[in-house]
Every structure is written in C-alpha cells, then in structure tokens.
C-alpha cells in the first residue's frame, strides 16, 4: 500500500487537550484516486500532513511507501518525498519565477540532468496540461485556473508514485473545475500514481474518484465508492451530499449564552 494509517489520533502540542482526528485506520491501494471529504475544519488538511511528514502522529502510525514516516531521519524523509507530488491550495507558485521556472524548480531541485533535458521535461509536462504556450509568461499574467494548471505540472515534474491534492478546485470557475478534475483523473492513470484528493466539491469529486473517504468530527464515518455513498443513509453522509443545514452537523456554535440573554430579550 503506498500510504497506510493505523489507529491514529492526533492534535497540537505535547498533551493535547483536544484531538483534531482520531482513532483513524485507512489504506490507501495503488493506482486509485482517493478523495477525503468532510466539513471545513474536521482534519481533512491535517492528515495529508501526516502523509507528507509535516506533522507527527500524538498515537499510531503513519506509512508510505511501507515506511514509517515519524521513524525516519530527515534524509529519508527528504527521498520519500522525492517520491510525492503536492498540489498546495490555490496553486502556491513562485511569484517571482516564470510558469517555466516554476515547473523546472523541483526537477533542477532533485534531479542531476543537463539543462537541455529540464528544458524537454517542462515543455512536456506543460503540454500535459495544456499549457506549453504559457512556458515564458510569470504567474501574475496568466489566470487563476491556469495557474493550478501549472501548480498540477510542477506536481508531476518527477513523475511521482503519489500525489497529494489540497483543495484543487477551490476557487475555480466551472470549466477551470471540470478541466481540472479531468486532469487529475488522466494524469493519475497515465502515470500509474496514487492520488489523494481532499475536497469539499461533491459533483467533480464524485466523477473522478475510485474511493471517497468521509471524514466528521475528526473519525471516519463512512468509506466507499461514489456510488455507495450516493445510496448511503447515513445522517451524516446525507447531509454532507445534499447540503442540507440540518442533520448531525450543525449550523449554529454553541454558546453559553442565549440569543435572547444577550440582547435582553
């Protein structure tokens, strides 16, 4: 299994008080496209984190590529992340760099290759994403769903095993969401990766995905395909793909005082 987690919690600081996730076994099979979905704010970000070694489990263990990442030196940590690809929220291009310069970073980065083979590796990589004509324009000249596309190329630059997408449709108009999506899909099978995407979009997500992973309050409540989470009953499962605002999660915060203690009423 190229990421495997077992009974895993976690949250900040030596002793925390509050877990963000808990009690978390997931494995995550070869070649698939793995969505993790959830509500804003329950531990979807932080568990690629843990993935990419960012952050250490406070119980459990986390594994990619059969390895344990909290036991590894920071030079195993530095090649198994040769290994990943990392789409960041909202693209996180070097501003100062060209959509060239951008894609050839981590290749010049990790790859000891003569400079006419980084030149043929980014135009093709650019190609993948129908990007090649942009090649000598700067982040600040192209748009926001072109520049997740490039975002997507440096991801692949190194052709990597596995593929961590945060948020990749987020603020995108719907034909940059839906080109997007695609892309993920055909790059994952061209390549023979394994992608893990998390994602609030339930329409694109659930075109593309093998598996979708449902995370609330920090556990996993339920795992599937697309299709059995279409038909689940499950309250939480409903009201996530419906959008409902009301079933288990609720809209308003609970406080101490009422409305009507407040203003007086």
């Known amino acids: ?11 900040y600081g030596e002793r925390p008080s509050r877990l963000i996730l808990k009690n978390i076994d997931l494995s995550i099979p070869p070649r698939q496209v793995v969505a993790i979905m959830g509500g804003s704010g329950s531990g979807k ?10 952050v250490k489990a406070t119980r459990g263990k986390t594994e ?14 530095y090649g198994v992340r040769k290994r990943m690809g990392m789409l960041f929220q909202f693209g996180a291009l070097f501003t100062d760099l060209s959509v060239f310069d951008n894609v050839a970073f981590p290749i010049r980065e990790h790859a000891a290759i003569p400079e006419s083979m980084v030149r043929d590796l980014v135009l093709m990589k650019l190609h993948a994403v129908g990007l ?3 090649a000598d324009l ?5 748009s926001g769903g072109m520049a997740r596309r490039v975002a997507l190329a440096r991801a692949i630059a190194l052709d990597p095993e596995l593929i961590l997408y945060d948020e990749p449709f987020a603020g995108l108009d719907p034909i940059s969401l839906g080109i997007t999506a695609r892309l993920i899909r055909t790059l994952n099978d061209a390549l023979g990766a394994t992608s893990i995407v998390v994602s609030h979009d339930v329409k694109e997500t659930f075109l593309i995905a093998d598996t979708i992973v449902l995370i609330a309050d920090g556990s996993i409540v339920a795992m599937g395909t697309p299709d059995q989470l279409r038909v689940s009953e499950d309250a939480r499962v409903r009201q996530f793909i419906d959008g409902g605002a009301d079933g288990p999660v609720k809209f308003h915060m609970p406080a101490a005082r009422s409305y009507s203690e407040d203003f007086g009423l």
């Not at 299994?1 to 949250?11: A, E, R």
């Not at 990619?64 to 940590?77: C, H, P, R, T």
């Open 132 to 134: 090649r004509g942009a």
């Open 64 to 77: 990619v590529f059969g390895q344990s990442i909290a036991e590894m030196s920071k030079a195993q940590l």
């Open 45 to 54: 970000t932080t568990l690629l984190r843990l993935i990419g070694g960012l």
């Open 138 to 142: 700067m982040p600040s000249q192209i």
């Open 1 to 11: 299994m190229p990421v495997k987690i077992s009974q895993l919690d976690f949250g």
